[in-house]
């Protein structure tokens, strides 16, 4: 698979990042928040169909002693090949049709069809990261007792995807991942001695869906917040894709 660089996953972080501060603390545990759609009767949905992984949009960093995000590219180029290959694996067991991996050319026009779908279920994955957080629900997505309903949609023209890839759902993930340096670990050392907290490092943060490519439903979603985990090594890639799952209605 070919790096990407849409930008695109930046807008999640701000919400992503106050559930991990919210959520983990010091605590070093992988937080899921995985939640899937219902169909007219209540019932949680179940995939029925083939599933195609979108080229998952990945970047690993190292945060240096100042706090600053340095992307590193061998370890990115590490993670996307290392990530799919663990997603293909953990599904191939689970009864489900695999189509071949969909690669998102680098010359992509944003405003093609493709590349407004690939926009599109970025800017909707961000919603639901968003207006899932206790006190954020909308008016319009809330059920009888007020909690957030998984009611989402990119709309019918990601048929465009589904003629593009021949697959009935298309599984679309974004990861940011950082690993402190050596200076940043010796502050945080700092830290704790002199004021009595943290002043955070290295941190997981990943969110995916799961598209139905026949009605635009977004059939799952899931967020990973935490302050373990290696993409660097296959190891930490199963463990990773082992969080990044959870809950998948197969």
Same mark, same amino acid.
């Given at each position: 698979? @070919?790096?990407?660089?849409?930008?695109?996953?930046?807008?999640?972080?701000?919400?992503?990042?106050?559930?991990? =501060?919210?959520?983990?603390?010091?605590? =070093?545990?992988?937080? @899921?928040?995985?939640?899937?759609?219902?169909?007219?009767?209540? %019932?949680?949905?179940?995939?029925?169909?083939?599933?195609?992984?979108?080229?998952?949009?990945?970047?690993?960093? *190292?945060? #240096?002693?100042?706090?600053?995000?340095?992307?590193?590219?061998?370890?990115?180029?590490?993670?996307?090949?290392?990530?799919?290959?663990?997603?293909?694996?953990?599904?191939?067991?689970? %009864?489900?049709?695999?189509?071949?991996?969909?690669?998102?050319?680098?010359?992509?026009?944003?405003?093609?069809?493709?590349?407004?779908?690939?926009?599109?279920?970025?800017?909707?994955?961000?919603?639901?990261?968003?207006?899932?957080?206790?006190?954020?629900?909308?008016?319009?997505?809330?059920?009888?007792?007020?909690?957030?309903?998984?009611?989402?949609?990119?709309? #019918?023209?990601?048929?465009?995807?589904?003629?593009? #890839?021949?697959?009935?759902?298309?599984?679309?993930?974004?990861?940011?991942?950082?690993?402190?340096?050596?200076?940043?670990?010796? *502050?945080?050392?700092?830290?704790?001695?002199?004021?009595?907290?943290?002043?955070?490092?290295?941190?997981?943060?990943? /969110?995916? @869906?799961? /598209?139905? *490519?026949?009605?635009?439903? /977004?059939?799952?979603? %899931? *967020?990973?917040?935490?302050?373990?985990?290696?993409?660097?090594?296959?190891?930490?890639?199963?463990?990773?894709?082992? %969080?990044?799952?959870?809950?998948?209605?197969?």
């Amino acid at each position: 698979m @070919t790096a990407r660089r849409n930008g695109g996953f930046r807008a999640i972080l701000p919400f992503a990042a106050l559930l991990l =501060a919210a959520l983990l603390s010091l605590d =070093a545990a992988a937080v @899921t928040r995985a939640r899937v759609a219902t169909d007219n009767d209540g %019932n949680l949905v179940k995939v029925d169909g083939s599933i195609v992984l979108i080229e998952p949009d990945i970047e690993l960093s *190292l945060v #240096t002693a100042g706090g600053l995000l340095e992307p590193r590219k061998e370890w990115s180029d590490t993670a996307r090949r290392l990530f799919p290959a663990q997603v293909r694996r953990q599904l191939a067991g689970r %009864n489900v049709e695999l189509k071949p991996d969909f690669d998102v050319p680098d010359d992509l026009d944003p405003a093609s069809r493709l590349g407004q779908i690939v926009r599109l279920n970025e800017a909707v994955a961000m919603s639901i990261t968003q207006y899932s957080m206790p006190g954020s629900v909308l008016a319009t997505k809330r059920d009888a007792k007020g909690r957030a309903r998984m009611d989402w949609s990119l709309g #019918t023209g990601v048929s465009a995807l589904r003629e593009a #890839t021949g697959a009935d759902y298309a599984l679309f993930t974004y990861i940011r991942d950082s690993y402190t340096s050596g200076g940043r670990a010796a *502050l945080r050392i700092v830290g704790f001695l002199l004021l009595g907290g943290d002043i955070g490092g290295g941190a997981q943060i990943g /969110v995916s @869906t799961l /598209v139905d *490519l026949r009605t635009g439903q /977004v059939v799952w979603y %899931n *967020l990973l917040a935490s302050q373990t985990g290696d993409l660097r090594d296959e190891q930490g890639a199963q463990q990773t894709v082992r %969080n990044m799952l959870q809950k998948l209605p197969l």
